[in-house]
């Protein structure tokens, strides 16, 4: 059976009390939305309808043209006409249509898929899930029969007072049979509100003597809905210590869990090792056996296997095997250390490359640089690249000696085998086996190439 998927996402979310957009508020890292999206993508192995409407712009432009197919909902007169708004794209497309909420960021692709597969297995009009929980953070009450059938889902505005005494919820996941789904939305009543209400259809399925599934979730956590800041701070909380229990059975060791954050995009092999205050974030992969932090910040970077990043920060930088850094490092943008390669406390290297087994003293700064293999960078080492118009590189052959304090003024190349003397500043190409010293550097002397 083909499966498509809507995923409601246009109402105006003013308990946020913000400017944003509800569903786009940030949850590890990415819009509330994008959650959703990628659960449903999963499940259909399509790209999902999304119905915006408050914010709708914004909706679009922040999540991208390859997340979903968009369709406004203008006016929005609730979940009913929110879907109704789907049908030109879907319609015959179809066997059956997931629909699920924005707002709901938790629910994941595996309860989607046991949804779908009950309702393959004994086909309904509707298969919903439920979950019995104390709090009802605003969700339907499901009612049902003497048989125990649901027999309707009933809006809590619209509850009587026995009703709301009901801890049975609508959890806002369904599959709907879709040649049924298209003509019933037709026939949902106007609520008193002067809106269509999805869950009506519930009503409908009953009196049309249809069979509506109901299933309770086994994890009530996965059907939170985010309606305020609190909520989205739970689920925040929730979706980490999945993430981070995901990884530890993988094989990744952490002290203390819920002091590390780790984004849903990061991969990490196993045998590392995670210290309180590390937040892995982006498009980051960390290899094998490595130990990071504490207090480590590591954004849309590569690290390789056996790397050790002591208290530093590194975005969009890239460590190959059995790299050294920190504490308090910062690499920036296309900083680049080959392997075996050590960077000492409070150094900074942006769009720089550190050849195999070069060293980099603390204190030091490497900007545009190409440094080659064992090298020795010494402490206060700065590359001066930039002229206030423009940035200028520097080179450093291999096996060179740049002493304590050394000025780099770039454009510079130091040649293989070459040193350079505490404080000098230079300004010149230093030719390979030579010494640089003072300011501004002159050669003093050749030196003996290693045998």
Known sequence: ?????????????????????????????????????????????????????????????????????YVVQAPQLGTGHAVMQAEPLLRGASDLVLVTYADMPLVSADTLQQLVA??????????????????????????????????????????????????????????????????ALQRIPLSPKGEYYLTDLVGLAVAEGLPVQALVAEDPAEMIGVNTRVHLAEAEALLRRRINQQWMLAGVSMINPEAIYIEPEVTIGRDTVLWPGTYLRGNTTIGAECELGPNTIIRDSQVGDGCTILGSVLEGAVLEEHVEVGPYARLRKGAHLASHVHMGNFGEVKNSYLGPGSKMGHFSYLGDATIGPEVNIGAGTITCNF?????????????????????????????????????????HDVPPYSLAVGVPAHIIRKLEPPE
């Open 1 to 69: 059976m083909k499966i498509c998927a809507v995923v409601l996402a246009a109402g105006q979310g003013t308990r946020m009390r913000s400017n944003l957009p509800k569903v786009l508020h940030p949850l590890l890292g990415r819009p509330m939305a994008w959650h959703a999206l990628e659960t449903a993508r999963q499940v259909t192995g399509a790209q999902p309808v999304m119905i915006i409407g408050h914010g709708a712009e914004t909706v679009r432009q922040t999540l991208g043209e390859q997340a979903a197919r």
């Open 387 to 427: 002229d206030g118009k423009q940035k200028h590189p520097t080179e450093v052959g291999e096996g060179a000696f740049i002493g304590s304090d050394t000025m780099l003024v770039a454009p510079v190349k130091i040649g293989a085998g070459a040193r350079t003397g505490a404080g000098a500043v230079v300004t």
């Open 118 to 183: 009950a309702h393959q297995k004994n086909p309904a009009a509707i298969t919903m899930f439920t979950v019995i929980a104390a709090d009802p953070r605003g969700f339907g009450r499901i009612v049902r029969g003497a048989d125990g059938q649901v027999q309707a889902i009933v809006e809590e505005a619209q509850a009587t007072p026995e009703q709301l005494a009901i801890r049975e919820l609508n959890a806002s996941a369904y599959c709907f049979s879709a040649d049924w789904l298209w003509p």
